[in-house]
């Protein structure tokens, strides 16, 4: 899929990881002499340069038209994270922060990802993200209804994430404890562990038939179930630091800037492409590796979290494609261990029936 990395001498391979070790670190492109000063490349200036002119060819390497030096290519970049890359050796002070997340107090299922995330983007210096999946698929299971006045009543909706959701409706026409009632049996026979985007018209026809009379009210009640149920399903992202994408050159072009800052703001697609990944694995998505056309030319980073087997939410980060992929992984990989032991340890957050949502 990703090239022949593997049919690489292992000259090849020493000089292309140095050459995106240095571009990561320094930011530009890495150029012959600038390896010969690397006492771990015993090599000729001569020997150098043809191997980065094969590297070039072969795609591992790009030449930028305003310097003789070579940067990684999307095809370097993935051979790296796959093959070359070295396990980074968090520092004490690093891993005091990792542990210091075990001792926190916060219950709260969102609450534990969010502080997780601000810890990631402080540690890594990128944008960091957190994300509440998507349910697998939103149906309301339960409805019931309190009468308020003879105008008003809340409609409560319990869904199979177990989350009760409760709307207080507002009619033109005088109601009573009895039409409510009549109410919430009806939507409980018609619409109740039905997928909202399968309610039928001859459903909501007998909704209103049975409820003569009081017919005015059930339209506006069905759309209020609807934009719930999408309401449950969105999911929610959480972008922390977004200021560190000013800090890389990368993202001098103001123009994309904003548009990749808009993507971030607006989650829906931040939101399907986690919910659309491998779980328990980290994804690496490299330049257009991305199904997003704005995220082209950066890397996100990121790892679904479960608990008891269930997917309790995402924390990634987002950065250029030159993102220092080894201190990255190893600190999700370190981050999300230490968010599932607080979920072992803190049974009583993990959503189940009774008091949560179960996220997919």
């Known amino acids: 899929m990703y090239g022949k990395g593997d049919g690489l001498s292992e000259r090849k391979k020493k000089i292309l990881r140095a050459i995106i070790d240095a571009h990561i670190d320094r930011g530009e492109p890495v150029g012959s002499k600038y390896l010969t000063q690397n006492n771990d490349i015993a090599f000729s200036s001569a020997t150098i340069r043809n191997e980065m002119a094969e ?3 072969l795609g591992y390497l790009e030449q930028p038209h305003t310097s003789a030096g070579r940067i990684p290519s999307e095809l370097g970049y993935r051979f790296y994270v796959d093959s070359l890359m070295e396990r980074y050796r968090l520092t004490r002070d690093e891993l005091d922060q990792l542990d210091a997340l075990k001792s926190s107090k916060e219950a709260e299922l969102d609450r ?42 809340v409609l409560v909706m319990v869904s199979n994430t ?37 309610l039928s018209y001859s459903s909501i026809l007998e909704i209103q038939k049975c409820m003569f009379g009081y017919e005015a009210i ?16 969105r999911g929610d992202v959480k972008v922390e630091q977004v200021n560190r994408l000013l800090e890389f050159p990368e993202y001098s072009n103001r123009s994309e800037l904003r548009s990749l800052i808009g993507m971030l703001e607006q989650k829906e697609d931040i939101i399907d492409l986690i919910s659309n990944s491998q779980k328990d694995i980290i994804n690496i998505l490299i330049g257009k590796e991305n199904s997003v056309d704005i ?30 992929y080894s201190k990255v992984v190893t600190t999700l990989d370190l981050l999300s261990e230490n968010i599932r032991g607080m979920f072992d340890i803190n049974q009583n957050s993990l959503p189940d029936g009774k008091n949560g949502g179960e996220n997919g």
């Open 162 to 198: 177990g989350v009760a959701n409760t709307k207080l409706i507002k009619t033109s026409v005088e109601i009573n404890v009895n039409v409510t009632d009549r109410l919430s049996q009806l939507l409980n026979t018609h619409v109740a562990g039905i997928k909202i985007d399968e």
């Open 112 to 153: 534990i990802i969010e502080q997780a995330g601000r810890l990631f983007s402080s540690i890594t210096n990128y944008t960091a993200i957190t994300v509440k999946p998507r349910p697998v698929q939103v149906v309301i299971t339960n409805f019931n209804t309190v009468f308020v006045d003879s105008h008003s009543f």
């Open 218 to 233: 059930v339209e506006p009640i069905i759309k209020c179930i609807y934009d719930t149920v999408k309401e449950i399903d």
């Open 295 to 324: 995220m082209s030319n950066s890397t996100i980073i990121f790892k679904t979290i479960t608990a008891n087997d269930k997917v309790v939410g995402a924390i990634g980060v987002i950065g250029p494609r030159r993102m220092d």
């Open 55 to 57: 590297l070039e060819e």
